[in-house]
């Protein structure tokens, strides 16, 4: 027997842009993009759309996701998760090295195939539909195939069948839909369903940032001709003025439960003085077909904080038959507070992040807690810097990392670093006998405060919205203001990360720093 639960927005808070969905069954997947991160694509599961929990990572070997001089905001764009016939698939593209590829599983929770590169698909942004017949069909973006863009973002969406067997598209490629508006930009992240009698496809247009959309078209073939929504966009914040507490709202999925209700994940932002240092977040919106279109939260027309949803609750920590039970929860749940206690722990769980492609050499765990060697990179590197992190998923939060500074060379630093990219960060670190507070802007490095340290310290950033303090053990070492952290100053697609991180910034050493824990909490 089922019954109403409410899920709150964001469902997935923090840096999980580009968010995709499948349902089968009674349980739910959700992906998304991860960037320069490795290990790549994140894997949700939930069985009520309210509860989620992470049960892996689709590309989770370093073999699999090749990000060497991969730009922050460059390596993984946006994923497709889809299910047939046993068989998990996820399409996405590698923007850095080899293009668009497929991997699959029939486990969601891995492991997951090497990647089938589509040697023969350009652009971005794929996608996959099986039709009733059983063929596959690949829907992407590309730039305007005649004579190139006319403008930024001037691009089209086109359509190929895909042969499986051969990991190939076969066919015609046929350019269907350049967008709903006159002179739209971006038109991106495509989906083909099939519903009413019609092929639709939903997509985003106007980029992902305030213009950004949810369009929708259909037609009774699936190579059209196709007919835009009059009512498009169907989905959007950008008519709600700059101080709107939502954004940016775009590029939707949808599913249908056993219920028969239907729902769309889609991205948005939550910004504070109109400054975004979470990144684009997983939001949820129910809409019903009228007139044979998608209506999202009728009656309102854009996105809610509670969703009502006609399923029986599950919780992933109680149940266990779960990923987070089987596995002694070793990923912690989204969105709640973190105490890492390193020398307790066996391996890192499936949320931590690192940057690039490390060496196994990087860290250990051991009895005395996670041992990070002092990396020849430093954190404003286009490289693989010795850092670990977990996302920021709250506005307001302290986080703290207790480390033995004792084994520190001269010239080496760690700490706890806030991420917004190699060139935007806020590091509280030590280095020659000095735990400093440092602002990075622009990669340039700026001491807001230090103090005297040595043996085991404790370094903690407190975020208040957009105000930062950082403390040494219990002395405050300064202020400031991390609105340059934010996607609006700093540009991409990333959200703020923090973790601990060493370096020998630039030289070559076999220095090990302890570190006992890493603590994340809200409020």
């Given amino acids: 027997m089922s019954e109403h639960i409410f899920a709150t927005n964001p469902i997935m ?5 580009d968010p995709s969905i499948c349902a089968v069954g009674e349980d739910y997947y959700l992906c998304n993009s991860t960037f ?38 460059a390596g993984l764009f946006a994923p497709t998760i889809r299910y047939h016939e046993g068989v998990f698939y996820v399409i996405c593209t590698n923007v850095t090295h080899g293009g668009n590829f ?29 039709d009733d017949d059983g063929k596959c069909y690949y829907i992407g973006t590309h730039e305007n195939p005649d004579g190139g863009a006319k403008y930024n973002g001037d691009w089209y969406i086109y359509i190929a069948e895909v042969d499986l067997e051969n ?40 980029g992902t940032g305030p213009e950004h959309s949810v369009m929708i078209c259909r037609s009774k073939e699936i190579w059209g001709p196709y007919a835009g929504n009059p009512k498009n966009p169907i989905l959007t914040h950008r008519h709600l003025g700059k101080d709107y507490p939502i954004k940016y709202v775009g590029h939707g999925d949808i599913i249908k439960t056993p219920n028969g209700e239907w729902f769309m994940t889609m991205l948005a932002v939550r910004p504070l003085n109109r400054y975004t240092t979470m990144g684009r977040e997983t939001f949820l919106a129910k809409f019903i077909w009228e007139d044979e279109w998608p209506v999202v939260n009728p009656g309102v027309g854009m996105l809610t904080e509670k969703v009502e949803i006609d399923l029986p609750e599950w919780d992933p920590e109680k149940d266990p038959d779960s990923y987070t039970c089987r596995t002694g929860h070793k990923t912690t749940i989204p969105g709640t507070d973190k105490d890492y206690q390193f020398a307790s722990m066996k391996e890192l769980g499936d949320e931590f992040l690192f ?43 302290k986080s703290t990392a207790t480390f033995d500074t004792s084994a520190l060379q001269g010239g080496e630093s760690a700490g706890l670093v806030l991420m917004q990219n190699n060139l935007y960060n806020l590091r509280a670190e030590v280095i020659d006998g000095q735990c400093r507070m440092i602002l990075c802007q622009d990669g340039n490095d700026e001491i807001i405060g230090q103090t005297p340290v040595s043996g085991t310290v404790t370094v903690s950033v407190v975020v208040d919205g957009l105000n930062t303090k950082v403390f040494c053990d219990s002395k405050e070492l300064g202020e400031a203001s991390v609105a340059n952290l934010s996607t609006e100053v700093a540009g991409g697609f990333v959200g703020c990360c923090i973790g601990i991180y060493a370096s020998a910034n630039g030289k070559d050493s076999d220095t090990y720093v302890t570190f006992k824990d890493l603590t994340y909490k809200a409020g």
């Fill in 13 to 17: 808070p923090g840096f999980y842009p």
């Fill in 102 to 130: 497929i991997v699959t599983a029939t486990n969601p929770e891995g492991p997951w195939s090497e990647p089938h590169y589509l040697e023969d698909a350009d652009g971005i942004d794929p996608s996959l539909f099986f």
């Fill in 36 to 73: 320069a991160y490795f290990p790549g694509l994140s894997v949700m599961h939930s069985k009520d759309l309210v509860h989620w929990e992470q049960i892996g990572n689709v590309l989770d070997r370093h073999s699999q996701l090749p990000l060497e001089g991969a730009d922050h905001s």
């Fill in 167 to 206: 990991w190939c598209l076969k066919g015609e490629k046929k350019d269907v839909w350049n967008g709903a508006l006159k002179g739209c930009i971006w038109p991106e992240g495509p989906h083909i369903y099939k519903e009413n009698g019609y092929y639709y496809i939903m997509h985003a247009e106007g």
């Fill in 355 to 397: 940057l690039r492609n490390y060496q196994a050499s990087m860290y250990k765990l051991t009895p005395d807690g996670l041992k990070l060697r002092c990396g020849k990179d430093d954190i404003k590197a286009v490289a693989s810097p010795s850092y670990i992190c977990i996302r920021q998923q709250h506005h307001h939060f």
